[in-house]
């Protein structure tokens, strides 16, 4: 029966929310240019008087716009704030973080751009002399949190007078992920759609949506009983109507929602809170389908259902209950299937073609890149798992596909796709591996939750580290420091560290001191180190007090390097954590750039490799990749491309090479090459005898400087997210952030240490 999964979504307290809003660039959004403007060239060609050019193009014909704008691709947002999720109406600006958020959804889900944009009327009229004339800047227009009986008003009218899809989410987001469900419920209780009773309580925006979308893939009107606040909408009803409640009154002598749902099939729920009584559900047929999808409570807990019924189908809106019908599953891949055939609408073959797809992409066995986005339970279709979880990988495929064909069938598609083959293509390579691998990351660790040592426990971005550690249930946070300096610096913050799993240790107090010590005696009495030295150090360092937790077992786990240089803090570590017995120890860099990720290596330790290193870094850096998911494909790479230019310092490297040869080893690496010819297939394509099957994707740097100046030029030049120097081959996990590092670094860090502690 469904109940809360034990890995129940992350909770996040309202300081985090508006710390994380706040935090660098206020807000979610920012705008990058596409094209270079660097030489007085580029601003010729991209303003006056080069862009006379295309503004005459588009002119002659529109359809260039596609081709020359960024319309093609982009969605705007648009809200009056009205009924801004469960929160009711609160405006437009108060809208603003929502909107934001669903724009960067529909960039991080299917690689749309989006904006949005927040009209500051409640007047239907006005809204919609807004929008209208917005349409030569978009693609298509996402209407966001209008409140109905407007919100239908204006999407018609917008639908009518604009020729790019205009799309209400929380009509037919939810009606199509609501659908999608409901399918396969229908399914698994074996029940045809035609003779199925269903009761939709709510008559706002999503219930009328959702009941026309379920009228218009085949259930029976006369099979549909829809109730508001004032009870059943039947035919002859006058209290609290509306021409949208009207077209879906029916005939009935039923008045309640209790009446309605004797010996119902299904209830649909979106309404409020506790609409749904035990009793109802007791009352309705064999086998009920009940969706309490009311936000952020539902109309009835699982758990009240599983208290008296055990055949019931449950689902709701939220992420840590089974079967979570949330709209994100749905908008960003419908505007990509959408945009990508510049459908000049979203129609109901469109939004069933979705449903279904959704429906069967739950039906197919979960293979296993896609068992990690659902925490490792690899789901079999059934009662608990009837769609997809957002993080499903195959979504992205899927959704697009059936929602371009769909309107290239039904006649809407102005550029059809010839290829569909491709296009799936396509659509995979836009999804972002390194999101993934971080979710898998962060899932296994909430699998199996581990104690990390927070070593600069004293430092607010630590201290906020570590309750946003365990606030997303990773785990034990361990903040190392003096007892009463933490807690003055967390009051100061504002930081409650009051919570289960922060522990608090000083060292100096700790009655392992005493084993610490001697333990780092043992290893250091020969390299010079009186035992007095291990003492201080014990006492008043919180890297080596850290380190020897986690050697001696009383810790998995350790991020550190705020107050201190990276090499240092190695250093530190060194002394009491080896090396893995036949490892070397290096740092992996994670780079994501325009949606290629490359792990680049030894960033942290190795200044000047010998090629017997290199080998041994490539090897190590290929296992470490293989770990995070990725099939390695390594460039050992120099300023030279297979002898050309000559030079010295590219030997080592062809040495390097030569030496993988010989261990035989049992993954794809080539080299000497240049960083151009690792990524890019063209200048690849020069080289036909290359070894890579295709652009690398693991880059083995020369020598440490090149590595280390490489990793962060394209951070600060290029807009790159770096993730590390992760430290890879070291005995125990151990992760050193930079000196600068923000909460979120540290949290990252803290799980991929927490993660590598359980492999
Ligand atoms: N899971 C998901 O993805 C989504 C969930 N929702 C949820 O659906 C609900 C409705 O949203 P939306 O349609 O946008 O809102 P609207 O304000 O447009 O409509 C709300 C409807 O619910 C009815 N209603 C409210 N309380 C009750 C009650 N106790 N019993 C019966 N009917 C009731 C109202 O009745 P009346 O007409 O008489 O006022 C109205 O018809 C919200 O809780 C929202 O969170 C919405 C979108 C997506
Ligand atoms: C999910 C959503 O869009 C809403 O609650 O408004
Ligand atoms: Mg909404």
Request: glycine letters at 8%.
């Amino acid at each position: 029966m469904a109940k809360k999964t034990e890995n129940s979504g992350p909770s996040v307290s309202a300081q985090e929310a508006l710390e994380f809003h706040a935090m660098g660039r206020p807000g979610k959004l920012e705008v990058v240019a596409t094209k270079p403007m660097a030489t007085q060239r580029d601003l010729s060609l991209a303003y006056s008087p080069g862009v006379a050019v295309p503004v005459l193009a588009i002119a002659e014909d529109p359809s260039r716009a596609f081709d020359y704008t960024t319309r093609g691709n982009m969605v705007a947002v648009i809200s009056n704030g009205t009924a801004i999720l469960g929160l009711g109406n609160l405006g437009a600006l108060a809208s603003k973080p929502v909107m934001e958020g669903k724009a960067v959804l529909f960039k991080r889900f299917a690689d749309v751009d989006s904006i949005d944009l927040e009209v500051d009327t409640e007047d239907a009229d006005e809204f919609i002399n807004c929008v209208r004339f917005l349409g030569p800047s978009f693609g298509g227009i996402n209407l966001e949190d209008i409140k109905a009986p407007e919100c239908f008003i204006i999407e018609q009218r917008l639908r009518e007078l604009m020729d790019i899809p205009v799309f209400h989410d929380d009509q037919h987001g939810t009606a199509i992920i609501s659908a999608a469900g409901l399918i396969n419920a229908l399914e698994v209780t074996g029940r045809d759609m035609k003779t199925t009773r269903m009761v939709c309580n709510g008559a706002g925006a999503a219930g009328i949506a959702c009941i026309e979308l379920m009228k218009a893939m085949g259930f029976a009107p006369e099979n549909i009983i829809l109730c508001d606040t004032k009870g059943v909408v039947y035919q002859g009803r006058t209290e609290g109507m509306n021409q949208w409640k009207s077209a879906h009154a029916v005939k009935t002598d039923t008045r309640s929602l209790a009446e309605a749902l004797d010996g119902a099939d299904v209830f649909l729920g979106l309404s409020a809170k506790g609409a749904l009584t035990t009793k109802m559900v007791q009352s309705m047929a064999k086998n009920p389908i009940i969706f309490a999808m009311a936000n952020p409570d539902p109309e009835i807990t699982p758990e009240e259902v599983a208290e008296i019924r055990t055949d019931a189908i449950m689902a709701t809106g939220r992420s840590d209950y089974p079967n979570q019908v949330n709209n994100v599953l749905g908008f960003p891949y419908i505007f990509r299937g959408a945009l990508d055939v510049r459908a000049t609408t979203i129609n109901d073959d469109m939004k069933i073609a979705a449903a279904r797809a959704l429906a069967e992409l739950a039906r197919k066995d979960v293979p296993d890149d896609v068992a990690a986005a659902y925490q490792g339970n690899r789901p079999k279709f059934g009662p608990n798992y009837i769609i997809p979880v957002p993080f499903d990988p195959r979504l992205i495929s899927a959704i697009p596909l059936a929602v371009a064909k769909a309107a290239m069938e039904s006649g809407v598609a102005r550029k059809p796709i010839l290829d569909l083959d491709r296009y799936a293509q396509e659509l995979s390579a836009r999804r972002d591996p390194i999101a993934s691998t971080l979710q898998r990351i962060y899932d296994r660790v909430r699998r199996q939750p581990k104690r990390i040592v927070f070593a600069e426990g004293e430092e607010e971005q630590v201290m906020r580290a570590a309750v946003s550690y365990v606030n997303q249930k990773l785990g034990t946070a361990i903040l190392l420091g003096r007892d009463d300096v933490i807690k003055e610096n967390a009051r100061h913050a504002g930081i409650d560290l009051n919570k289960q799993g922060i522990e608090i240790i000083n060292a100096r107090l700790s009655r392992r001191n005493g084993i610490y010590t001697d333990f780092l005696y043992e290893r250091m009495q020969r390299k010079g180190f009186l035992f007095r030295d291990c003492q201080r150090l014990i006492n008043n360092d919180r890297n080596h007090f850290a380190a020897c937790m986690v050697a001696l077992g009383d810790a998995d786990g350790i991020v550190t390097g705020v107050t201190r240089n990276y090499s240092t803090a190695l250093d530190d570590i060194r002394r009491i954590i080896d090396a893995k017995p036949g490892h070397r120890v290096i740092g992996v860099s994670i780079v994501l750039a325009r949606g290629k990720t490359v792990l680049v290596a030894d960033t942290a330790v190795h200044d000047m490799p010998n090629a017997e290193q290199i080998a041994d870094i490539a090897e190590e850096a290929a296992g470490f990749a293989r770990r995070m998911g990725y099939e390695p494909r390594l460039a050992m790479l120099a300023y030279s491309t297979f002898g050309h230019p000559q030079g010295e310092r590219s030997e080592r490297v062809q040495e390097a090479v030569r030496i993988l040869d010989k261990r035989r080893v049992d993954f794809e690496y080539d080299g000497e090459m240049a960083a151009d010819v690792a990524l890019n297939a063209r200048a690849m394509a020069q080289y036909p005898f290359i070894r890579l099957t295709g652009p690398a994707n693991v880059l083995i740097m020369p020598a440490f400087h090149s590595a280390s100046i490489s990793t962060k030029m394209l951070q600060e030049l290029g807009g790159s997210t770096v993730i590390g120097p992760l430290l890879v081959g070291l005995n125990k996990p151990v992760q050193i952030v930079s000196l600068n590092a923000k909460d979120s670094d540290i949290v990252n860090m803290a799980a991929i240490a927490a993660y590598t502690a359980g492999t």
